[in-house]
């Protein structure tokens, strides 16, 4: 399998423009979790699916950010407008299933808001 | 909300061994542990759920203590290989999610 794969790997863009990130999870994975890191925040978890139905999404910081699975291969992770301190690492990972004793990450995606 | 990690940083020769141990002041519901090298993704290591257990797999074990709401993870014979940062992640009773600060292991030879 080739894993999770996350697009684009490195983002640079300007605040106020729109930004969205892509995941491919796993295939047969039924969970998919949306992770940022950062040096100052440290890894935090933004929303996660289960059976393409989000779950919990407290994680989310604004209304700027926003996220779909609009099937079990696909998620997007919209960042609209975009600002200098959204710049951090996203990470994508799936699961077999919720609370799975696996969880398997993506490369993630570097963003910059300049 | 956040676990408390500790010990923050610890070096480690071949062959020793560590307990890293995260704290939370809710009740919870899962414990996760990860390790990411510089410059990488996380590598998911275990979770341990709700109900008190203990896991293992290799050299690397953890325990889930529910009524204290803590969970450590012990690495047995360390290797170079597990030089790293950890992390744990704990779900409380409400489903929220939240990552300790890290643990920064380095294994020297």
């Known amino acids: 399998d080739a894993g999770v794969i996350q697009s684009p790997r490195h983002e640079v863009t300007e605040m106020g423009q729109e930004v969205t990130l892509r995941c491919k999870p796993i295939?047969?994975?039924?969970?998919l979790f949306w992770y940022r890191q950062t040096m100052m925040r440290g890894l935090e978890l933004l929303i996660y699916?289960?059976?393409?139905?989000?779950?919990?999404d407290s994680g989310m910081p604004e209304d700027r950010f926003s996220a779909k699975m609009p099937n079990a291969s696909f998620s997007t992770l919209k960042i609209q407008p975009s600002e200098p301190r959204d710049s951090a690492v996203y990470f994508c990972?799936?699961?077999?299933?919720?609370?799975?004793?696996?969880?398997?990450f993506g490369p993630g995606t570097r963003l910059t808001v300049l | 909300q956040q676990p408390v990690q500790s010990p923050q940083a610890v070096i480690l020769r071949e062959g020793e061994d560590a307990v890293i141990n995260c704290s939370s002041s809710?009740?919870?519901?899962?414990v996760h542990w990860y390790r990411q090298k510089h410059g990488e993704a996380p590598v998911f290591l275990m979770i341990?759920?709700?109900?008190?257990e203990q896991k293992g797999h290799d050299k690397i074990s953890a325990s889930f203590n529910e009524k204290k709401q803590q969970s450590s993870l012990y690495l047995t014979a360390s290797q170079l290989s597990y030089s790293g940062t950890y992390f744990c992640?704990?779900?409380?009773?409400?489903?929220?999610?939240?990552f300790g600060t890290g643990t920064s292991l380095t294994v020297i030879p």
């Open positions: 992640g704990t779900e409380n009773t409400g489903n929220q999610f939240y």
């Open positions: 295939s047969g994975h039924n969970s």
């Open positions: 990972a799936s699961s077999p299933r919720l609370r799975s004793d696996t969880q398997y």
């Open positions: 699916f289960n059976n393409n139905v989000p779950i919990d």
């Open positions: 809710k009740a919870l519901y899962s």
């Open positions: 341990l759920l709700k109900g008190g």
